[in-house]
C-alpha cells in the first residue's frame, strides 16, 4: 500500500510544487485539501488544478461558517489583537486548516499531513502545534522548509514537470480569508517605502474614497454583532457586508512592524476592513457595559489572548481558560454603536446600551444632577489619607541635604 498525504493546497506556487515534489520524494499518494474561509479565489479552478498537477483526490471545504462562528468570533469578543495592530486574520485561519487536514487524513486513513509553510515564519508552527495536539499519530511535513529551492528554482521545478501555475507576476505574498489580507514581502521588504498602491485589493487608495462620509449602526448581542443598519444578518454575511463598506472608504488599512514568534522582526502591511470597524465598535460598546475594574482586567487578558493565538497555541488550555472568562464578561454587551467612515477613518459617534452603566443623571451638570457633591471631600479624605501620611513622615529631600 503507497503511503498516503492530505496537503493543505491554496493553488499557489508552492503547495503546487508541493504535490509533485511529495509524490516523488515520500513515494506516496497526494490527496489535497482546500479550505474556503473567504478569499476570492474560484476554488473549482484550484481544486481541477490539483487534478492536474498529479493529486489522486483534491476536495474543496467551505469553511466560513466554523471559522467565525469557533475561531473569529472568539478572539473578536476577547479583543485580541497582536501588537495592537494586527487582527490575526491569518493566525486565526491556521488552527482550523490544521482541524480540518487531521479530519480528512483520518478519513482517508493517510499517515502524513502537508502544508506550504517555509520554515521562517508563524504559520508552520501554527500548523505544526495544532497537528501535534489534534492527532500526535500524524507526521507534518512541511516540503517549503526541506526542500532548499529558490522562487527562481521552484519555478523552473514547475516548468521541467509541466505544473500548471497562475502567474500572478508575484511581487508580494499574500494569504487572505473573511477577518483580513495579510501582505508581506517584494517592496514591503524596505520598512522606510510606503507600501505601493497594487499591494492593495480590499481598500481604496483615500484619493478614490467618497467625499460624502458613511454614517453606519452596528447592533451587538451579548458581544458579539448581529446588524448592520438594523439589518439583521449572519457573521459570515455581516462581515462580507462590512469588508465591502468599509474598504469601500479606505478603512482598515494596517502597516507595522512585527515580531514573528521565531525572532524576526518583519514589515507586515494588512487590509482588515470588517475587523477594524468591528472592534472600535466593540470596545465602544465595551466602555459603556462593563466596569472598570473589569475593563483593566479584560484588556490584560486580550493581550494574552492575542499572543497565544500568534504564537500557535490555539488548542492550548489557556485558550479554552480565557474564553471563559472572556464568555463571561460579555453577558451585558448588547447594544448598538454608530460609526463614522470616512477617508480612511472610522470614527465612533454614538453609542446605546439596554444595561448600560451610562447614567445620564450622574454625568449630567444641568439641572437633573442626582450627583451628592457633599460626599466628594469624605471620599477624598480617605483616598488621600497614605498619600499625605507618606509625604509628612518621608519627606522628599533635595538629594545633597
Ligand atoms: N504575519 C502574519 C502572521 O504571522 C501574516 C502571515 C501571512 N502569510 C503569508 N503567506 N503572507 O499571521
Redesign the pocket.
Known sequence: MPKKVVLAYSGGLDTSVAIRWLAEKYDAEVVTLTIDLGGQKDLEEVRARALKTGAVKAYVVDGKEMFVQDFVFPAFQAGAVYQGQYPLA??LGRPLIAKLLVEMARKEDAQYVAHGCTGK???QVRFDVSVGALAPELKVIAPAREWGMSREEEEEYARRHHIPLVIKKGLY???ENLWGR?I?AGPLEDPWREPPEEAFDWTRAIADTPDQPLYLEVAFEQGLPIALDGEEMDGVALINRLNALAGEHGVGRIDHI?D?LVGIK?R?VYEAPAATVLLKAHQALEAMTLSRDQLRFKAKVSEEYAELIYNGLWFGALRRDLAAYVGSTQQHVTGSIRVRLHKGNCTVVGRRASQSLYRYDLATYGAQDAFDQKASPGFIHIWGLQTRIQAQQQPEEPPDA
Open positions: 491569518t493566525a515564519g508563524n504559520d505574498s499574500t494569504d495579510s508581506e512585527e514573528r518583519s507586515e
